[in-house]
């Protein structure tokens, strides 16, 4: 399937990166938006970037007005934040559901967005439960087309590094011949490929993908 315009959001993190370059290689994507908070510097004739605020729902809508899919990565730590669960809320849960806002505005064939494994609005952990609630919400929203991917740990290099992760993406990997798929680390251009792909198939409705599932929709 070929796609006229795609939007991109978060294209600076460890997923949006991978989205990216495998966008510009993918001869069947003409236009790319990316959308960010400060300006995107990387040159290209498939990019288009635009800065934007992200509480503006007009604006939003603004960016993706033409774009068939919507892609999102977006997520902060509480590092970033200064452990304030407030700012982190606006993040992880405030800006990603304006985007979802923004293409029920626009009737956007399919947006699909990176969530958790775990992800539960019920959860004890304010991490899961804010993942599980803004899956919920837009849910709520009855979009064309939805797809959530749950990664567990992802393996991949970041431009910060995050302690907790990397022991956790050693540990996983010496391990995972005895852990349940769905628990078993991925690799982050892994998912960026699935998303792709997936988009491309284009099945209505609101869809979950775990490891097996991003697995399986790698080619």
């Known amino acids: 399937m070929k796609f006229k315009e795609v939007t991109l959001f978060g294209a600076t993190g460890l997923i ?6 495998t966008l ?3 001869s069947n994507i003409h236009l ?5 908070r400060k300006p995107f510097y990387l040159k290209h004739d498939k990019i288009n970037s635009t800065v934007v605020d992200f509480t503006d729902i007009n604006s939003l809508s603004n960016c993706i007005n033409k774009s ?7 997520g902060t ?4 934040v200064n452990g304030n669960k407030s700012e982190y809320r606006k993040v992880d849960f405030d800006i990603i559901y304006n985007i979802a806002k923004a293409c029920k505005q626009k009737s956007v064939n399919h947006l699909l967005f990176v969530s958790s494994l775990g992800a539960n609005p019920k959860a004890n952990s304010f991490y899961l439960s804010l993942k599980g609630e803004i899956e919920n919400s837009i849910h709520n929203l009855e979009l064309n087309c939805t ?4 990664p567990s740990v992802l393996i ?3 431009s910060e590094t995050r302690l907790g992760e990397c022991i956790a993406q050693t540990v996983m990997s010496l391990l995972k011949f ?5 628990y078993k680390p991925i690799k982050a251009e892994d998912v960026a490929k699935s998303m792709i792909n997936v988009s491309k198939k284009n099945k209505p409705g609101f869809h979950l993908y775990h490891y097996n599932e991003i697995k399986n929709n790698l080619y």
Request: hydrophobic share 40%; no cysteine.
């Open 32 to 36: 790319i938006n990316i959308v960010g």
């Open 147 to 150: 797809s959530v991917f749950r």
């Open 68 to 74: 068939e899919v919507v892609y999102v990565s977006i």
């Open 156 to 158: 991949g290099k970041r």
């Open 178 to 182: 005895f852990i349940p798929s769905k």
């Open 16 to 21: 949006g990166g991978y989205l990216l370059k």
């Open 24 to 26: 510009l290689k993918d």
């Open 77 to 80: 730590t509480m590092k970033r």
